[in-house]
């Protein structure tokens, strides 16, 4: 005979369902009638399992999930799996960085011994990678000039961030004031 066999579970059922419903007319006393039905709602919850003859599905599961962790916390052979794993982890992630320091030394290798590379305009940060940019100036060896940043409207400071004067900018372009 099992443990489950031995457990009274109508009266335990009943019993956490009537204590779950005084509590909720406690809290509907003191918190309103919007939380005492959820309280109401979960109260009602053991009795309905064990109508429907889900207390035995839950038992079981439970002690399923209790000898899985019982094997598993006792067992120098999962314990050597679980170390074996974390290495892999590390190598694995100490192999990323690695990997695009290879990637990039190919990377300027290949890029330093172009013919084009002798003039050609480079932009900082890319690595020494060629700007490319579709510009017909460009075909005869030209340069673009960098863009200067858009000037503050007249009448308010450069490092203004303001929200409110956003708006009110897109309000004056489509002539509300």
Same mark, same amino acid.
């Not at 999930?65 to 100490?94: C, E, H, N, Q, T």
């Given at each position: ?9 109508? /009266?335990?059922? $009943? ?6 419903? !005084? ?6 006393r ?11 709602? =979960? ?29 598993? !916390?006792?067992? /120098?052979? =999962?314990?050597?799996?679980? $170390?074996?794993?974390? =290495? ?18 190919? #990377? ?37 000039? $960098? @863009?200067?940043?858009? @000037?503050?409207?007249?009448?308010k @400071?450069?490092?203004? #961030?303001? #929200?409110?004067?956003?708006i ?10």
């Amino acid at each position: 005979m099992s443990t489950y066999d031995k457990i009274a579970w109508l /009266p335990l059922c $009943a019993g956490l369902t009537g204590l779950g419903l !005084v509590l909720s007319y406690i809290v509907m006393r003191r918190r309103g009638l919007g939380p005492a039905l959820r309280v109401a709602a =979960v109260s009602l919850l053991p009795l309905a399992a064990y109508l429907t003859g889900s207390i035995e599905m839950f038992w079981k599961m439970g002690v399923a999930v209790g000898d899985f962790a019982k094997g598993f !916390v006792f067992s /120098p052979r =999962v314990w050597a799996g679980i $170390a074996l794993a974390g =290495v892999a982890v590390v190598l694995f992630m100490v192999s990323g960085p690695m990997r695009r320091k290879v990637k990039q030394g190919q #990377d300027q290798r290949a890029v330093g011994s172009g013919p084009a590379s002798a003039g050609a305009p480079r932009r900082a940060g890319t690595g020494g990678q060629l700007v490319t940019r579709p510009d017909p100036a460009l075909a005869a060896g030209g340069t673009v000039p $960098a @863009k200067t940043p858009a @000037k503050a409207p007249k009448g308010k @400071k450069a490092d203004d #961030d303001d #929200d409110l004067g956003d708006i009110e900018d897109i309000l004056r372009r489509h002539g509300i004031t």
